[in-house]
């Protein structure tokens, strides 16, 4: 778990970060999901697919849920606010629907049912400060990293959003993973419902991004894993966006297109920009969401099916007019070629003129949106052979 958390903090990109710290105790009322309004995706309203996307793909509805946490939305954690997520509010729900059901969980739509909850997430900053304050205390107390131990405390808190935070703030320590915590209690009880009121003996399958690829990790651990008749039932977990190591029991990474029983992770980086090439991170998975084999090779091209991601209008409506993003469209084909590397995939080749021009060093926001289709007709190739 050491690597998982000090890379998640390295890595993660810093926001603006400049006004607080001081956050009201408490936190927001716990949804109960015994009632729907606090599932933001359920099969009674079906996530729209692109436009511009005709879909002739089989449905497995019948067989197979997905169960898709979100990645963090919420940035509001300063200055006497919570520092968790209000998943009341319409601000946030807006959030959850137009940048993660649309780019994300809308692979999905179609092909299984989709169950997502509203959850009480931990705000940006203070879950980098969670992840950060977690591995240096485990720097701490180790005989061997300790030595290096102000090093590993500078590497961090290079970070921007870590600017206020102090290591021996242990009342920022404290309430950090108690907010985190509170986001997990949220998602456990949510499967737990799932479970108990909607699957009905299905399989399903776990997808998630970000801070909501660190819950469903905790998740499968936790309950998943430990329990044989919930195991069964699992057949992929996508555990995208942060850096998972190889240490699940009887959960191995997916290692050919078509295997079930296995899970999934990528971090889409530059070209060679790799965070996790040492001998303490040897152990994180970076599966290829263009070829999903294990060679260490960069993918032709022409195997690129195409992006989905709002366009500049679409966003600067949604950003300054507050208005929804709608009629997403899947282009740009046979332009992105990457290569899965020590646990980095990095993006070798992109020929979208305006991507290019940024020269970025992570395509954090775009672990889904750049490979939409192949991840789609790659989980249909999965189910399609599983259920012969």
């Not at 977990?237 to 190591?245: C, E, N, R, S």
């Not at 029983?261 to 990528?266: P, R, Y």
């Not at 646990?343 to 939409?372: A, V």
Request: aromatic content about 16%.
């Amino acid at each position: 778990m050491r690597a998982f958390y000090f890379l998640f903090a390295l890595i993660i990109t810093s926001c603006n970060s400049s006004k607080y710290l001081v956050s009201n105790t408490g936190f927001p009322k716990a949804p109960d999901y015994n009632y729907m309004k606090n599932w933001i995706a359920s099969p009674k309203e079906e996530i729209p697919l692109p436009v511009n996307y005709y879909d002739t793909l089989k449905d497995f509805k019948a067989n197979v849920d997905v169960f898709y946490l979100y990645p963090t939305v919420y940035n509001s954690g300063y200055n006497g606010n919570f520092w968790n997520a209000n998943p009341e509010d319409p601000e946030h729900i807006r959030s959850v629907r137009d940048l993660a059901l649309g780019n994300q969980a809308s692979i999905f739509s179609g092909i299984t049912n989709i169950y997502s909850p509203l959850y009480r997430q931990i705000f940006y900053d203070g879950l980098v400060y969670h992840n950060s304050s977690n591995i240096l205390t485990e720097i701490a107390l180790d005989p061997i990293l300790k030595k290096d131990f102000k090093k590993y405390q500078d590497d961090i808190f290079s970070n921007k959003s870590l600017q206020y935070f102090t290591y021996e703030n242990n009342k920022l320590r404290s309430y950090s993973k108690e907010s985190y915590d509170v986001a997990y209690s949220d998602i456990k009880r949510a499967f737990l419902k799932y479970l108990e009121l909607e699957n009905n003996g299905k399989h399903f399958i776990i997808a998630a991004h970000s801070q909501g690829s660190m819950h469903a990790s905790r998740l499968i651990n936790d309950i998943i894993m430990p329990n044989k008749e919930i195991k069964d039932k699992l057949l992929l977990a996508y555990l995208v966006g942060v850096p998972i190591a190889d240490n699940f029991s009887d959960l191995p990474p997916c290692s050919s297109p078509d295997q079930m029983k296995c899970f999934l992770s990528w971090n889409t980086f530059g070209d060679n920009i790799n965070p996790y090439n040492n001998e303490y991170y040897k152990d994180i998975v970076a599966s290829n969401p263009i070829s999903f084999d294990e060679n260490d090779v960069s993918t032709d091209i022409y195997n690129h099916k195409g992006i989905l991601m709002p366009n500049i209008v679409q966003m600067f409506k949604y950003q300054v007019l507050k208005l929804p993003v709608k009629n997403f469209k899947l282009k740009k084909p046979n332009k992105i070629s990457v290569k899965s590397q020590s646990g980095s995939l990095q993006i070798k080749e992109i020929n979208i003129p305006w991507i290019k021009l940024f020269n970025m060093e992570s395509y954090h926001s775009g672990d889904y949106n750049l490979f939409w289709l192949n991840i789609r007709e790659n989980l249909h190739y999965r189910l399609s052979n599983y259920f012969k």
